[in-house]
């Protein structure tokens, strides 16, 4: 993985079509630390790849997230987001079919922020999608399966930004969604940052780094 650059969204649709050429499918994944602008790019890779008239569909790997109810019986809530709070069997076994396609429409889940929860079947993937998009925490990191569900990918990205910008822009994200300030900032220090360093741990097995803004 070469150092993380300001890399323009021209370059990186123009990457993907590269990538995509001659290709059924093609699956691109997103990595990085929460906070560092994932969501931001895929949505905007998928944007600008269907603006070029790519059939491209955006499936984040936080419709894995466990609910709350799970976490509660397993005793993880306090720490929703780590790596063992999804579910990553699931995650992969929805890439396998994804990769696969099978001539049907595929239902992935989505995450409904204003609720902190999985929404099942919320995002449809019809048999012409040649491009998706997926972002995710952990989609480089070494625990099993996760090394399984790098493999499905064509290419894996790591996203980072100024550490202070993130750490800011996850309190900011915490509060908006009902924390207190004192709550939101515990919340970072005691969990999102826990996250952050082992994600950064596994970012040299990118294929490219980008620094988003």
Known sequence: MTAAAPTSRPDLV?????????????????????????????????????????????????????????????GRRGRKGAIDTFDADGYAALLERIRSGHGTTIWAPAFERDIEQPIAGSIAIPPETTVIVSEGNYLL????????????FDEVWFVEVDDPLRRERLVARHVRFGKTPAEAVDWVER???VNARLIASSAGRADLAHTSE
């Open 14 to 74: 123009e990457r993907v079509e590269r990538l995509a050429a001659g290709r059924p499918r093609t699956l691109i994944g997103i990595a990085g630390p929460p906070g560092a602008g994932k969501t931001t790019v895929a949505v905007a890779l998928v944007e600008d790849l269907r603006a070029r008239g790519v059939a491209a569909a955006h499936v984040p790997m936080d419709g894995f997230h466990l609910a709350d109810v799970a976490l509660d019986a397993l």
């Open 141 to 152: 990191a070494e625990q099993e399966p996760w090394p399984v569900i790098r493999e499905l």
């Open 191 to 193: 969990v999102d940052e």
